[in-house]
DNA sequence: ATTAGCACTCCACACCACAGAGTGCTAATC
DNA sequence: GATTAGCACTCTGTGGTGTGGAGTGCTAAT
């Protein structure tokens, strides 16, 4: 859609005003607000203008004019498209990012929590941000080991060094020798292979050279499925949903009930994860507005996402969730510092910025690996935090 | 506190009718809500003494009465107490749960939540479960092996067989039977104990036979350390956090962002699991009223909460935690019920229960660990669902 | 094309009145 | 002495009314 110049000026003036106070603005205001010399009536008349042709509304015949979601839309186009976002005052607030950042999150989990706190905090709105996702995996590795006479372990390492195990109970006592066989038997069909391409012949095939332990290799498939499925589970972290009771227009009990909610099913933020990963806007960054918002019970909101990447195809998906009113232009310049922070972190380039904060301390030979005092705290560690969490069940 | 029978009557009349209502509750209610066939003004002289006695209070000069904390204590030991919850209520509305446990909850993490969901569901209050705690336990197998050549994967398996597992990359590949020597050192000198047994003396001793692979030795060491760290942390779990706006005295902003901030940042609620454990209750019930409430910015909630053990002790902790007119005699028994179903479901001879549940489907043959259909669902792994999280970390 | 002026609309807020619920107190009753 | 009926009083919640202010649309003047 194409606006003469002064009409955009005023919808601009008009938006940025309402984001500011949340209150309708009127004519008056925006002739003393903008540059252009103009007195309210001419800009009573333009506003009538974007009026009709749906970009801003009023709540009541005498009250000023909010925009709607597709003057919103056209705001925040316009503001994506000049690509001149003032991140000055974003980076100002985001400088202390890089401790938190750095602060031994040596768990992936962790990080994603306090990333999602840090934005949640910085920002004043609801904040999520997902796990990254992995591709289906190939099968690296398998290892099956007698932990003691009743239960073997078995060991599934797969393609990104994702571990995963699984204790199988097993009736007898089993032989160096059958353990031997096993591992060999089952790393020599299975590795290479995706979980997919396991097929019911190949597994028979398996058993029928595994003689009478059958059970044994079923249960070591289960686990190789279990891995792919459990990767494939998007894990949601979200923080800050009780700023929306900052923004009264969403704070009554109707909608705040329902927000939470979701927020609380974070599955249902799943939707917003799928939008982002599959329509990749412009710089990562997308932004759902009111009713296009994915998340039903949300559509007073507004997200902006953006896609991070942790190299190796690992992406996730970052969200700030607000009122329609959100300060776009703050939010997006945030987002921008922390995908860059979050690159900084994984490219092994990252080790200069990682050193000059180094505390003296660091200083405990260049040994790679190495343990300081008493803490597991290693430098490689910290720079490539690739972390998944696994699990294991227990009979 | 000894309160004659009369009095006792009337402030538990009180105290269930505004449970009920959530309106402050006069004399004419009670004088025709009680068998006790009196009039209101001799209520009203009998709540003037209760409320000299600070059991019950008035919002102002000409409303009824509602409870206080002092008051709903008194109801609740007296409830606690006399031990005849009318648990009909609650158990018909439970029916389903052992339903929702069946359902392939073989993880336990999902296990918790979907009991916390149900909790919630069912009683219309949030409500929170801790993970178990676990002992600090002792190593019991140690695993070295070369996934590949830069890296060496260390399976640890520690008692009630928990399993953890670290990437530890390596300068050069090892040979098989420098693999075998470590694993046979390390076992040697490491099964058996606790990790605060392993001391700086015993370290030093295993490096010095390592020879030049000390590294490994110490990320060895370091992921058994973690397995104990990170088991020792505390998962909590919530659900229907969104029911406190059902009830209009903590759905204003003020307390609900407070309410909805400490579920969110889930550890608020540690307090209330770590008071929970500390002073065991009779029945493992307690309940904490108001100002006894463990969370600050939650004096205006209750929170009851029980014990649950899933055997070798294995100690967990759950709670409902809603506004102080709860539903206490509902909610406890609800409570119960979870505590003995979940119980049912650890204990062996749980067998039972779950085979009369069976859906044909489940005649698969009674091989132990048996896949059925493309299902990974071993009827045992149910019975006794002790799984774990754990983590790895890859460079 | 822009602006000044004006009549009009609608909301927010304060004010008031009043019904209703409930109390405390006193005097009558069992 | 305990209980009850009766009554005056208090406080809240609600609905109605009035008014000031903000903002608009329209018309006429610039």
Chains 1, 2 share one sequence.
Do not use: W
Not at 242 to 259: G, V
């Amino acid at each position: 859609m194409e606006l003469p110049d002064r009409k955009m000026r005023i919808l601009k003036a008009v938006v940025r005003n309402y984001l500011e106070t949340g209150e309708p603005v009127g004519s008056r205001t925006i002739s003393k607000l903008t540059d252009l010399k103009l007195s309210s009536a001419t800009i009573r008349n333009e506003m009538a203008d974007l009026e009709e042709m749906g970009l801003i509304t009023q709540p009541h015949t005498s009250a000023g004019r909010i925009p709607t979601d597709a003057g919103y839309r056209l705001y925040v186009d316009d503001m994506l498209s000049s690509e001149k976002e003032e991140l000055q005052s974003a980076k100002k607030e985001m400088l202390d990012m890089k401790d938190l950042l750095l602060k031994k999150q040596d768990r992936l989990e962790n990080m994603l929590q306090s990333v999602a706190k840090t934005l949640a905090v910085s920002t004043n709105y609801a904040s999520m941000i997902s796990s990254p996702t992995t591709r289906s995996s190939k099968i690296k590795f398998i290892q099956l080991s007698q932990v003691d006479p009743r239960n073997v372990l078995a060991v599934i390492v797969i393609e990104g060094n994702l571990i995963r195990n699984k204790v199988i109970p097993v009736e007898e006592e089993l032989s160096a020798e059958t353990m031997l066989k096993l591992n060999m038997l089952l790393n020599t069909n299975l590795c290479g292979l995706s979980v997919e391409e396991i097929t019911l012949g190949l597994i028979e095939g398996i058993k029928r050279n595994a003689g009478i332990h059958t059970a044994i290799v079923n249960n070591v498939i289960d686990a190789a499925a279990e891995i792919v499925r459990s990767e494939e589970e998007l894990k949601i972290y979200t923080s800050g949903a009780n700023n929306i009771f900052k923004y009264p227009e969403l704070a009554d009990h109707q909608r705040a009930s329902e927000i939470i909610s979701d927020f609380e099913e974070k599955q249902a933020l799943g939707s917003i994860v799928q939008e982002t990963l599959a329509g990749e806007g412009q710089n990562g960054i997308q932004v759902y507005i009111g009713n296009e918002m994915p998340v039903a019970g949300m559509r007073d909101c507004s997200v902006v996402t953006a896609t991070y990447e942790l190299g190796e195809g690992m992406k996730g998906t970052i969200g700030i969730i607000g009122p329609k009113r959100m300060d776009y232009d703050k939010v997006v310049g945030v987002l921008k510092e922390i995908m860059s922070q979050l690159d900084a972190i994984y490219k092994p380039s990252g080790t200069a910025s990682l050193e000059d904060k180094g505390d003296g301390a660091a200083a405990s030979s260049g040994q790679e690996g190495g343990t300081k005092g008493g803490q597991v705290f290693t430098i490689p560690e910290l720079r490539i935090p690739q972390i998944k969490r696994i699990e294991i069940k227990e009979l």
